[in-house]
């Protein structure tokens, strides 16, 4: 597959059911990788579903069976020859949060397998995460020249600084589900998606019998002290912007490509 179709591949859906519950799905054929234009059309999805009267809870989900999401796509960082364009990337995934962090409709998160940087924070983002033991994550962004900038403030949010700087330093190292759970981000873990689907559509029916106004006013209690996040993640994305255009993460992406 080529840089160019890999960056044109993938897509979001949804669909809403008559009791109100609206499934959020991306996929992308690269480990449900996560290129500009998919980013985009994820943060407009959710947005858009924020303001539907017909919405009253919303699930997060990707397609297959092992790779929850792998984070951004390489094929679209190597293609980055400027600054702005560098940070116009990560503001893709500075949106995708903030959507969720404005969303007044509570969303549930789906983490069927391995989730890596960007996917890590969308599962931060979240504000109840259920998973499989599968669902192993990391923070893989220092590794390759970055660091997890934009991502930064959903993580530390769920896991507390500790946790946070643990999966930043050590960013080749893959954490267990257990251990994700055990910090916070996930609610639970299951022995596989069938028992994980069970817990999601039990949570996500009972939310769409309660009252909207009373989840819209406990979803603004918990994200409380975020109001400054749309600029904060716009300083963090150029951050990133810069770096990713250094000689360093060139040949680290370049390097991980070929593994």
Known sequence: MSNTDAVN??????????????????????????????????????????????????????????????????????????????????????????ACRKCPKLIIGRVQGKTVGGGVGLASAVDYCYATKYAGIKLSELAIGIGPFVVGPAVERKVGTSAMSQLAINATEWRSADWAVKNGLYAEIFEDAD??????????????????????????????????????????????????????????????KKK
């Open 9 to 98: 591949q993938g897509d979001v859906n949804y669909s809403i059911s008559e009791k109100g519950i609206a499934t959020v799905v991306f996929h992308h054929p690269l480990s449900n990788s996560l290129p500009g234009r998919v980013l985009k059309k994820l943060a407009d999805t959710i947005t858009e579903l924020g303001a539907n009267d017909n919405a009253r809870v919303i699930v997060l989900k990707s397609e297959g069976d092992r790779a929850f999401c792998a984070g951004a796509s390489f094929d679209e960082l190597i293609s980055i020859k400027d600054f702005n364009t560098g940070k116009k990337f990560f503001m893709g995934f500075a949106n995708v949060i903030n």
């Open 195 to 256: 028992k994980m689907d069970e817990a999601v559509n039990a949570l996500a029916n009972n939310l769409a019998d309660s009252n909207p106004e009373a989840m819209k006013l406990l979803k603004e209690v918990f994200w409380e002290g975020t109001d400054n996040w749309d600029q904060l993640l716009s300083d963090r994305a150029a951050l990133s912007g810069e770096l990713v255009l250094s000689d360093f993460t060139v040949n680290a992406i370049n390097a991980f």
